[in-house]
């Protein structure tokens, strides 16, 4: 029997979460309410991402980092690719971040959609429906979520430094 990965957009979610968390113990169930997932998406999750690689396959405990980084830096933008939306609040991502306008200023803003956000720029939809939810709780899931997004969407110079501050993050 041939084993299907079938990777969804919120697992890369999860690993970073995972990683996020550092050498904190975690359990499913933690993940689920600190991502706003159902516990049973979490670990069909961890099924799939040790099917793909990306984490021990029997433990579930340990991401492989270097995989995942190689995946993010090469792969990502293939897989799942930005459709940009309209004009719309929301919360700051990809460039409009603020480790990233620490390095470059531009004339177009994008954020994640949320009713209750203050800022206003060209939507780009979340890897997950509770991920905005998700990283106003974790600022360092926030950023690395963020800098995920610049590959998506950046130019070579934005995403060049996008990549160098996730693998610091995650290597």
């Not at 004339?107 to 990283?135: H, M, T």
């Amino acid at each position: 029997m041939r084993l299907h990965n079938g990777m969804r957009p919120q697992d890369i979610v999860i690993l970073l979460k995972i990683i996020a968390k550092e050498e904190q113990n975690w359990n499913n169930k933690q993940l689920s309410e600190e991502l706003f997932i159902s516990a049973s998406e979490v670990s069909e999750s961890l099924g799939r991402s040790g099917i793909a690689g990306l984490i021990d396959r029997d433990k579930k405990r340990k991401v492989f980092r270097q995989s995942l980084m190689e995946f993010l830096q090469h792969g990502i933008r293939f897989v799942f690719p930005v459709q940009l939306g309209t004009l719309m609040n929301g919360m700051p991502t990809a460039h409009s971040h603020p480790f990233m306008r620490t390095h470059f200023s531009s004339e177009a803003d994008y954020v994640w959609p949320d009713a209750r956000g203050f800022d206003r720029g060209v939507s780009i939809e979340p890897l997950y429906k509770n991920q905005v939810q998700a990283a106003k709780l974790d600022n360092c899931l926030y950023q690395m979520l963020a800098l995920v997004d610049v590959i998506r969407v950046g130019r070579v110079r934005e995403t060049n430094v996008a990549v160098d501050e996730l693998k610091r993050m995650i290597l």
